[in-house]
């Protein structure tokens, strides 16, 4: 009689029991008794077997992490189908910090950086450029197709692969995404089953005009919190196609319901693939509903607090692109920048202004004549995560803007609209 609640195969109590040895039999005790937690009967094979980390920092105080670590490289464990991993903290060359932040990020918060990324490539990280939240895009290749289980963390990218590619996977955390993808399984319950994908929220947009994707994924995060919301309405301003515009808008709108709430799947009417497939049947019957007008955004809009000391204050430092930006966004701000530079008189950034993107995107991008264009103007391009970077407390005495409500709601920076964000680039706001 097997000590454990869930169903497990021959093969799978074998492991438990040391057949492959002792770390491997604990990783996957690990995998187990965290799904028996949510109630799942079963372990499932995960089908696309190259993972996404969400731990990408060496902060000093992750000791036990780096630990286990160690553990699985002693047993000679890695994850068979690689993994991508979220974006490094730091990029001096395009991120300038003073000497003191500089002594703060290496002495005490990334401290363990290196020793980190060692590990990291001994257990199975894809490559140099694999350092992205954007995992998915097509220019780094880590796309599950529909259907696929995935043992992933990091909220944005759970949130965009089970809505906008189809895959299925729940909100992991850290260390629990790598050991799925070590052993291979990941408990079935939530969002890996065909129930837990169903929508208990009917949610129709009647703004008179595209809402801001991040503002929209902020209203229906906060509304919602961890249920699965049907959206309707939408198609009308982002067609029912997911080209490269839909993708990037869907991008920002996931990440914002995953981080101002705990959203891990939506499904647009006539646009995700299952609601393609499926439509209404998605629902349940006794699903709740919530209609977002423009006065809805604004209410929302205006509940942000200003946590900058002085809420009349300048920005000093602008983020754009939380999550990563697609190769199109980076393409749009570049034309759109130059342009504004131009319309106000200026040649140069009015505030210093750093756009991220994937290493793989950025390498693209660095490839177009836009590029030149855009560091002409004194921005800069890197890969880091911008939410690293304010994890400096140095940091919490600049005023940050950004349109990124992920950003925001896990920093002391100030939300702008993409519009409010290119006049203050552009020399044209004040903020
Ligand atoms: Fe990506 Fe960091 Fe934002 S992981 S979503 S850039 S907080």
Redesign the pocket.
């Known amino acids: 009689m097997s000590e454990y609640k869930m169903e497990l195969t021959a093969e799978q109590l074998a492991v438990l029991g040391g057949s492959e040895g002792e770390t491997m039999a604990k990783i996957l005790r690990t995998v187990v008794e965290f799904g028996e937690i949510f109630g799942a009967k079963r372990l499932v094979p995960v089908t696309h077997r190259e993972g996404h980390l969400v731990t990408s920092f060496g902060i000093g105080l992750l000791e036990p992490l780096f630990r286990t670590m160690d553990e699985l490289i002693d047993a000679g464990l890695t994850a068979p189908g690689g993994f991508t991993v ?2 490094r903290p730091l990029d001096y060359a395009n991120v300038p910090c003073n000497p003191a932040e500089k002594l703060i990020f290496n002495k005490i918060m990334y401290s363990q950086q290196e020793r980190y990324e060692k590990q990291l490539r001994a257990v199975g990280l894809v490559n140099a450029n694999g350092f992205t ?1 954007t995992s998915y895009l097509p220019e780094v290749g880590n796309t599950p197709k529909k259907g696929d289980v995935l043992s992933w963390a ?1 909220s ?1 990218a759970v949130v965009f692969a089970n809505s906008v590619l189809g895959a299925r996977c729940n909100r992991n955390s850290g260390m629990l995404d790598l050991f799925g993808s070590i052993v291979g399984y990941v408990p079935e319950f939530g969002l890996v089953t065909d129930e837990g994908r169903r929508a208990s929220w009917k949610v129709y947009v009647k703004t008179t005009k595209k809402p801001e994707a991040q503002l929209l994924g902020s209203a229906i995060g906060m509304k919602v919190v961890e249920d699965v919301p049907y959206v309707y309405g939408l198609t009308e301003y982002i067609g029912s196609e997911l080209d490269d515009d839909a993708v990037a808008y869907l991008k920002n709108f996931g ?1 914002a319901t995953a981080s101002n709430g705990a959203v891990g799947l939506y499904h647009i009417d006539g646009l995700t693939p299952e609601a393609k497939e499926l439509g209404e049947a998605l629902i349940s019957p006794d699903a709740n509903t919530y209609v977002i007008d423009d006065a809805e955004l604004e209410r929302v809009r205006e509940s942000y607090p200003v946590m900058w000391k002085k809420k009349d204050a300048k920005a000093q430092l602008c983020f754009i ?4 930006l697609t190769f199109s966004e980076l393409c749009g701000w570049a034309e759109n920048l130059s342009d504004a530079l131009a319309k106000n008189g200026r040649t140069r950034v009015a505030v210093r202004t750093v756009f ?1 993107a994937s290493p793989d995107v950025a390498a693209r991008f660095r490839a177009t004549p836009l590029y030149r264009k855009l560091i002409a103007s004194g921005a800069t391009l890197s890969s880091i ?4 970077y304010t994890n400096n407390p140095l940091t919490h005495m600049k005023n940050i803007a950004t349109n ?1 409500n ?2 925001r709601t ?1 920093s002391l920076a100030r939300y702008y609209t993409d519009a409010e964000m290119l006049d203050i680039i552009s020399g044209k706001g004040a903020a």
């Open positions: 979220d974006p939240c990091e944005s990440a692109g939380c999550p990563h991220t995560c911008p939410l690293m990124s992920k950003l896990y």
